[in-house]
């Protein structure tokens, strides 16, 4: 998802009200990453997660954005923190610019909905994992009633008044790419999201029993 400068600042500036499910997954950061790990941060935005990545061990951290304007946000935030260990890259989840085994773990917050193809984003994301490396991904995730709505564009609210896009994603869509990707589940959980809200005027919302946050972890296990 790409941002204007604005857009971009705008949501900056307000991403500290809407951090309802980031305790929970940094206490499942804190059991996850070993001290060291390098780390991918995939769709990093402003960068604030790569530096509590760093603030959680991690011994490196790339973050990776498609918008230029999240990546200058993010490197103006390094010109204060000033933290040779993390990097800021520009790049797409879909065309990763790594396809070795560079990386012990993989971070990525609110992102992997925003893709068509979540198999094909899942097995790049593994091609950059070393063995046993692992993924940690928060997802926005609809229960639906009519499959025929799965990778429409939905309209959702964060609190009242931030109004962002997100792609209608399944839990099986999810399952579906792991498994693709040869990357075995180890967590599955929802998340309490209170500030989620689908649109009032979307057109299919009676489609959808349930939207919910749910937080992943998986690992990258061994050839045969």
Not at 19 to 36: C, M, P, S
Not at 155 to 179: H, Y
Request: glycine share 6%; hydrophobic share 40%; aromatic share 10%.
């Amino acid at each position: 998802m790409k941002y204007s400068k604005t857009l971009s600042q705008e949501y900056s500036d307000n991403r500290e009200k809407y951090t309802a499910t980031d305790t929970r997954v940094f206490e499942i950061v804190e059991k996850i990453l070993v001290q060291g790990d390098d780390v991918l941060d995939l769709g990093c935005g402003d960068g604030r997660y790569s530096f509590s990545l760093m603030g959680k061990g991690a011994g490196s951290v790339i973050g990776l954005d498609v918008s230029e304007e999240m990546i200058n946000l993010a490197r103006k935030r390094n010109e204060v923190a000033s933290n040779s260990k993390v990097t800021f890259v520009l790049g797409d989840a879909e065309d990763l610019p790594y396809s070795s085994p560079l990386f012990n773990g993989c971070f990525s917050n609110f992102v992997l909905h925003y893709f068509k193809n979540l198999d094909e984003v899942f097995i790049g994301i593994a091609n950059t994992l070393k063995t046993n490396g692992w993924l940690i991904a928060t997802m926005n995730i609809a229960e639906i009633t009519d499959v025929s709505i799965g990778n429409e564009i939905m309209p959702i609210l964060l609190g009242d008044t931030v109004e962002v896009e997100t792609l209608i994603k399944t839990d099986q869509d999810v399952f579906s790419a792991l498994e693709s990707a040869n990357l075995k589940l180890v967590l599955y959980e929802e998340l309490n999201n209170e500030y989620l809200k689908i649109k009032p005027s979307y057109i299919h919302k009676d489609k959808i029993s349930k939207f919910k946050n749910i937080v992943v972890v998986a690992k990258k296990v061994a050839p045969f």
